[in-house]
């Protein structure tokens, strides 16, 4: 399941495994171990999930294993999917948000 894996997010990422090998310069012997079943170990899976800007926990069950809810998993997804030089101003906007409905709340509760 890991290689498999591995595979379609390189071939999302616009990639293929080999180039993300090379590009991390780790060997590409071990690919004949992964598609037998076999994971690489911690350090080489944290590089390739870095490199694909994915989870661990992806690469190794083919989805995201957390404690988040379907909203805040959607939100995440949002995020990811928003071009990099747009990310600081989304988050930037919703602290804004955020504090303003702190504020709001706060003063409610002094009002009442």
């Not at 690919?31 to 800007?53: C, F, M, R, S």
């Not at 988050?91 to 409905?101: A, G, K, L, R, Y």
């Amino acid at each position: 399941m890991f290689y498999e894996t591995l595979k379609a997010v390189c071939k999302q990422q616009h990639t293929s495994v080999s180039a993300m090998l090379k590009d991390l310069n780790l060997s590409t012997g071990s690919t004949g171990y992964w598609k037998k079943g076999k994971l690489p170990n911690g350090e080489v899976l944290a590089q390739i999930a870095d490199y694909l800007h994915t989870s661990i926990d992806y690469l190794i069950f083919g989805e995201y294993r957390t404690n988040l809810n379907d909203e805040q998993l959607h939100l995440l997804e949002l995020y990811e999917m928003t071009p990099e030089r747009a990310k600081y101003k989304v988050v930037c906007d919703f602290e804004t948000i955020v504090n303003q409905e702190i504020e709001k709340f706060a003063l409610k509760k002094e009002a009442g």
